[in-house]
Structures are given as structure tokens and as C-alpha cells.
């Protein structure tokens, strides 16, 4: 089994991380970084680097694709190198998944249409021009098609892959490896639980950001 | 504010990644990756590559420090240079902390005699050794030095951490950022969780593994 995840510049780092960790530990899969090119490739807040082991071209059929977000997922949406190696690698990949805003990439190769699919949550509703119908949800599987939201969901997408890639065992075998026991000091883990005062703020500073874009 | 993430040959990526991504969302913050030399660091798996952007003789006085665990924590323990550039750094930080068998490293160091402190659950007696008294929480405070459990509860101790630098509106929006709402689909997340079958297994061969090091 071959896992194959894409990184671009200005992506998220824990996007990425978060379920590789998790997927990693399958017994017997091999896990590669791939990018345009191998080499470092710089993180949104530049402060990080992951190296890809792997050109796109080098990687041409994985078993598992999976697309993280980040700001620079506006640019990979529009890179036809990337997006025709998604639709190449999606012809013959058992999963499909993306976090964050990753779900946008997938969409913009046309491969979440008619789809039910997420994204972070301040990201959703671009969903809908590029064909796929958003949902609050954490995780969504619709076939072979798996989104999770923001950054941090990555990591039970990851949880729920390994029940269906290994069954229930694999899968607390590995959520006990890496002690995801999750117990967060705050619960402002999503719009409908943070204080309203600091989504407004966000909702805002998203819209002003998408008007400058468009 | 600058916070220095140390690397060292087969880190555990997501120790270090997790509390990086909320950590370095930080206002004004600085976030940079140290090792012995500046380049690419792989981790325990060997399919990631980090790179670290700075020498450890580079960062002299990080406000944060931060280790993460891994297999190479066993090495990194016994290496005199990581082991100088944390006593040193640690004389002028503001947090000295680790996750994983990252506090390893820091007892090793011998910073933390007589502390509190935590690891990875099958790791935690060795603390014992090394003056440290481990507790079965997931994130520990004592004085300065913060150690966390395995590898996923760096993200806990990071939202800990940023109530206590810049306060609870600031953790609860880096929080809803990283959209951290957990919802594992299972819960084996610690020992006193998961099946037995499994607990039981991983003890006996960390054990072996133990006998065999020593």
C-alpha cells in the first residue's frame, strides 16, 4: 500500500502531519511525500519546511492520496500539474481524502462533484461553485471520497481510515500509540462552541479577504 | 518571542508538528527548528524529513523550548551537545517543555530533578531513573517545565500554554483556527482506555525492547 501526500508551498503543516502520523503506522504501507519538484517545501507561516522525497511524476498510482489545506490551496486549486495528477492518481486510488481546506483542491479537479464534502469551517461555502455540497460535519465519507475540516480533523479522518483500511483492532492499536486521548483546556473548537465575539471576528476577516481575492 | 523546536534523527513528527501549529500562531512569535546542523532531520518512520533552518550553536536563548520524543530520544538523551545547549537554553527561557519521551531528554539534562513530570505511557517509569517523578496526566506543569504524554497531547499542552502567554481568548482563537473540536471515533486513547488485549501486548514488548537496551 502506498500513501501518497501532497505538499505545495504555504500549506498547513498539521494538515499534513496530523494524519500521516496515523496512516503511517499501517503495517507495511510505504508513505511519500510528493510535490512539483523534490526538495523542502515551505510551510503558511514559512517558519517549517517538509522535505518531498518524491516529484508528481515519480508517483503516478498510490493508494491512498491525501491533500492538506492551507492558504496556498487557493494557488494548487489553479495548477493544472497538480490537478491532473490528482485526477490520474483519483482513477486508481482505493481513498481519496483531503483536510481543510485540501477539500477545495480535490473539488478543483472535479473530483468532489455532486459530492458531500467539508472543509474548514471558514472555507465551506466556496465548496459550492466548484459542485460539491458542503456539510458541518468532522469527517465525511461519500465512496471513496474522504474531507475532514479544519487543520486538527485530520487526525480522526485518519482514525476512521484505519478502522475501514485495517479494522477496529488497527485502529485503537494506533490511537493508543500516539495517546489521542484528547482532553483541550477550552472547547472552542468550532464556530458553534467559541465565543461568538471571536467567530464574528474571523467570519469578517474571511469575507474582506475573499472580496480582495475575487 | 522566539521558539526554538529541537530535531534530532528519528524524532516522532507529529510531537514536534502539533505544538508547532498552534505554538507558532503566536503573535509576533518566532518559531524556528534547531539541530545539530541546519538541513533536513528524518523522523522515526524515515518517510519525513523536516529541515532544520538553524544550527543549535545558532539559538542561544529561545523563550520557548521545545522537545519532542521519538525512538532518537534514547540517543539524543545521552548526547552531551543537545544535552549543553538545553541546560543552556533552559537558564534563560520562560518554558522549558517537552512531549512524548521528549522529557527524556530533559531529565537527561538534568533539568528535571525533582519535577513532575510526564511521557508516553510506556516510557514513564524511566523517568524514575532520572530523578523525575511521573504522574499519569496528560500535561504537566511544574514551575516552568511543561512535559506531555504521547505523541497527540503536544496539541493539548500547546493550548495550555497559550492561556498562560497570552490568555484564553488567544487559545480559544488559535483553538477555533485549528478547528481542534476532537471527535475520535474510538476510545483507546490511553491505557486505562483501550481493549487490555492491546495494553497488554505493547507492555510486554516494550519491556523486551527495554531488556534487550539495557
Same mark, same amino acid.
Given at each position: 500500500m502506498q500513501i501518497a501526500v501532497? %505538499?505545495?508551498?504555504r500549506f498547513t503543516s498539521l494538515d499534513a502531519v496530523g494524519p500521516y502520523e %496515523? %496512516? !503511517?503506522?499501517?503495517?507495511g504501507a510505504e508513505t511519500v511525500f510528493v510535490a512539483h519538484e523534490p526538495g523542502p517545501v515551505r510551510n503558511d507561516q514559512g517558519s517549517l519546511a517538509l522535505v518531498a522525497d518524491r516529484a508528481l511524476t515519480e508517483v503516478t498510482a498510490p493508494d491512498i492520496v491525501l491533500v492538506p489545506g492551507g492558504p496556498g490551496a487557493r494557488e494548487a486549486m489553479r495548477d493544472e500539474t497538480v490537478l491532473s495528477w490528482l485526477r490520474a492518481a483519483d482513477a486508481t486510488s482505493t481513498w481519496t481524502t483531503s483536510v481543510c481546506t485540501g477539500s477545495l483542491v480535490l473539488a478543483g479537479a472535479g473530483l468532489l462533484e455532486g459530492r458531500r !464534502?467539508?472543509?474548514h469551517w471558514l472555507a465551506l461555502e466556496e465548496l459550492v461553485p466548484l459542485g460539491a455540497e458542503p456539510t458541518g460535519e468532522r469527517v465525511v465519507f461519500d465512496g471513496k471520497y474522504v474531507t475532514a475540516a479544519g487543520v486538527s480533523s485530520g487526525i480522526d479522518m485518519a482514525l476512521h481510515l484505519l478502522g475501514r483500511i485495517g479494522g477496529d483492532e488497527l485502529a485503537q492499536t494506533v490511537q493508543l500509540l500516539t495517546e489521542y486521548d484528547p482532553q483541550p483546556p477550552y472547547d472552542a473548537g468550532s464556530p458553534d462552541k467559541a465565543p461568538a465575539r471571536i467567530v464574528d471576528r474571523w467570519r469578517r476577516? !474571511?469575507?474582506r479577504v475573499l472580496s480582495q481575492e475575487s
Open positions: 501532497l %505538499l505545495f508551498d %496515523l %496512516l !503511517a503506522r499501517v503495517p !464534502a467539508t472543509s476577516g !474571511a469575507e
